[in-house]
């Protein structure tokens, strides 16, 4: 379901953790389907990665969300995608899905959906989406031909929140550049219903693909 124009467009939300009033801050939205599977798995291994490397990704200005277009509001997340989590380490607790609205996406300095019809729907929304939205695959993929050393140093002034989004404007200028080798290559398949080594499988395969865009972002590397 895609939200209609104008469909939840509200101010900033003061009872939002990300909201810190006059201190910069760089938006991550995660988008799949039902956001009880995928973009939760997604959202949560991306604050894991973050805490790894700055501590508190807050402190520099992250903020990482979820949604789907079609989302279970106020939903858990499915049993198998917590059981991933926390094999992987990140907290699955405390989760409730949302469905895609307006205010998430013109709220968003990036979103990462998990496949290309995802990708589409979120850029039919409007506000100007378009350069700031890509499958976690894609992103990867154009990320890894970005030479780290033509981003903000994250130690300088506007720290991880300028890297960031020179990070965005890089993998936007390269993305009709670098194509994916096939239609499969940006698409991370929908676990619902699956047994758990699947959601295994797909736990995997966000992870491995989340990794060099964390480094990226945050300019620090994973722990060894």
Known sequence: MIAPQGRGIAGPDTHDPGHRPGVPTFRILHVSTGNVCRSPITERLTRHALSD???????????VESAGTWGHEGA??????ATVLADL??????????ELLDEHVIRADLVLTATRDHRAQVISMGHSAGLRTFTLKEFTRLVRAIDPATLPDPEQ?????????ALV???????GWLLAPNAEADEVHDPYGAPITFFRSIGDEINQALDPVVTALTGVPARA
């Not at 404007?169 to 993305?175: D, I, K, T």
């Open 76 to 81: 858990p997340m499915e049993a198998h995608a």
């Open 89 to 98: 380490g990140a907290d699955p607790d405390g989760f409730i899905g949302r």
């Open 157 to 165: 002034a506007g720290g991880v929140v300028d890297r960031a989004r």
């Open 53 to 63: 490397r700055l501590g508190d990704p807050l402190t520099g200005g992250l903020v």
């Open 169 to 175: 404007q890089a993998a936007a200028a390269l993305r």
